[in-house]
């Protein structure tokens, strides 16, 4: 599959709230690695990053150009949040909802619905409301929800952060799929073991700057800072 | 004590008996308070989904005067409206004045700000809720405020209760542009005030309890109908 997206270029963008810098300059180059990993500490910028390059988040200067304009990646892309938003409606509902957006008819979004369920093993709750779904559940309804459209690029912002080992296993396995079918992965982590399970490259920030931008087996093997050394370690990193 | 007790047998021997001019009085209370809360609703549930999707200069203002207006003086509205419906208003020929659409004129203008207010409410927490979400999806403004009206229905069924009960207890605007004319533009309130004023007590108190009872039963049936507090349901 053709992903007219990539290569994205940013150069020197910064997020700005109410006068103070979340991060950057950021200067970045991504030709499309099926997952790019974003990691560092608490308060690096993770979050900020993602929110960017979707545009979510306003940029305060600099640049962020995608090989395709911006109406196509509106349409193209996808996020999922730490915390699942769930529609206050039926997981049935939720799931038909982006495809009754795009202007798909009611009974080929039920057929997707449906088959999408399926992939992420929901098929028992179509008709419960959303919201009253345990958190693992919620998140594997977001996946589905954001990769029913079929987007070129997926943001995920630590998906996993609130799961146990069981539905963080049952989300890598959704994201393994998507990335094979030709979704390219924007995602932040604080697992390690996911960065490594997942990741083909990987974003390393700290107080909001990138330090490294390195291939997955590089970067695990011999991070070339001596910061991105002691956050793999285990250590506190200020 | 003793008006109470024979307010309540009357009211109670005027139901029974399904006394015609109660029926005709309490049946207009009914259509002129529903057709004023339809309108209402038709007005004020969009306008607050729009307060709380869109951000534009002055919005903190139009909220802030919502909100101040929901204590709007009901006799100051109807006497705003009787002015204009006079016959030498700007829209006296229409010869609105004393009809019942009349009433419901003011009544829309004074419940309005209520359902608004009340409903911008849940809908802004609704789409606090939302908003990443809708963004990322890259929904119109137009699915943004559908989808919010849609999902917070129930708390905006909460909102047009409260305009109704607004609406079927108030008396000072109705008086003033529907006159209280016995057959044409008589209703429940007008009529306590009037019996009041003769002092016919017990009659007044027995249409009281009647209207009570059916801003109870309303709201009862409005409840059944949305499927509120019930598990598992918004």
């Not at chain 1, 609130?162 to 390219?184: C, F, P, S």
């Not at chain 1, 399970?197 to 700290?206: G, I, M, S």
């Not at chain 2, 307060?51 to 100051?76: C, E, H, K, S």
């Amino acid at each position: 599959m053709v992903n007219t997206l990539f290569p994205l270029t940013v150069t020197g963008a910064t997020a700005r709230r109410s006068g103070r810098d979340l991060i950057g300059p950021i200067d970045l180059h991504l030709s499309g690695a099926p997952c790019t990993m974003v990691i560092g500490p608490n308060g690096s910028g993770k979050t900020t990053l993602l929110r960017l390059l979707s545009g979510a988040a306003r940029l305060g200067a600099g640049q962020i150009n995608w090989a395709s304009d911006a109406d196509y990646l509106r349409a193209a892309q996808a996020f999922v949040f730490q915390r699942p938003v769930m529609l206050r409606r039926t997981v049935l509902q939720n799931l038909c909802y982006p495809l009754q957006l795009r202007g798909v008819s009611r009974v080929q979004a039920r057929r997707r619905a449906e088959e999408w369920a399926a992939k992420v093993g929901l098929t028992d709750l179509l008709d419960r409301p959303a919201p009253a779904l345990s958190g693992g559940e919620q998140q594997k309804l977001a996946l589905a929800r954001a990769l029913i459209t079929n987007p070129k690029v997926l943001f995920l912002d630590e998906p996993c952060a609130a799961l146990d080992g069981r539905a963080m296993r049952e989300v890598e396995a959704i994201l393994q799929a998507a990335k094979t079918a030709g979704t390219r992965l924007i995602m932040s982590t604080h697992d390690m073991g996911q960065a490594r399970r997942l990741a083909d490259e990987v974003l390393f920030l700290l107080h909001g700057k990138l330090h490294e931008h390195t291939p997955a087996a590089e970067f695990f093997a011999a991070p070339q800072t001596p910061q991105a050394a002691a956050f793999l370690n285990g250590d506190i990193v200020e | 004590m003793d008006d109470l007790w024979h307010g309540l047998a009357q009211a109670f021997w005027l139901v029974v008996r399904f006394d015609p001019a109660l029926v005709e009085i309490a049946a207009r209370s009914l259509q002129v308070t529903l057709s004023a809360l339809f309108f209402a609703c038709l007005i004020a549930m969009p306008l607050a989904a729009f307060l709380a999707v869109r951000r534009f200069r002055y919005r903190r203002t139009v909220i802030a005067v919502l909100n101040a207006l929901m204590g709007l003086p009901p006799v100051v509205v109807g006497l705003i409206v009787y002015v204009f419906l006079s016959r030498a208003g700007p829209f006296g020929v229409l010869g609105l004045l004393f009809t019942p659409t009349a009433m419901i004129i003011a009544q829309v203008i004074i419940i309005v700000p209520l359902i608004a207010s009340i409903a911008h409410q849940s809908l802004r927490e609704l789409w606090h809720h939302y908003h990443d979400l809708l963004i990322s999806m890259n929904v119109t403004q137009f699915q943004k405020v559908t989808t919010l009206l849609w999902d917070a229905r129930r708390a905006l069924l909460t909102a047009a209760l409260a305009g109704f009960g607004r609406a079927i207890g108030e008396v000072g605007a109705i008086m003033i542009v529907g006159g209280n004319i016995d057959h044409a533009t008589r209703v429940l309130t007008t009529a306590i005030a009037l019996e009041t004023g003769k002092g016919e007590f017990a009659f007044a108190l027995a249409l009281g309890f009647i209207l009570i009872a059916l801003a109870i039963l309303v709201n009862l049936s409005i409840h059944w109908v949305g499927k509120t507090e019930r598990e598992g349901q918004w």
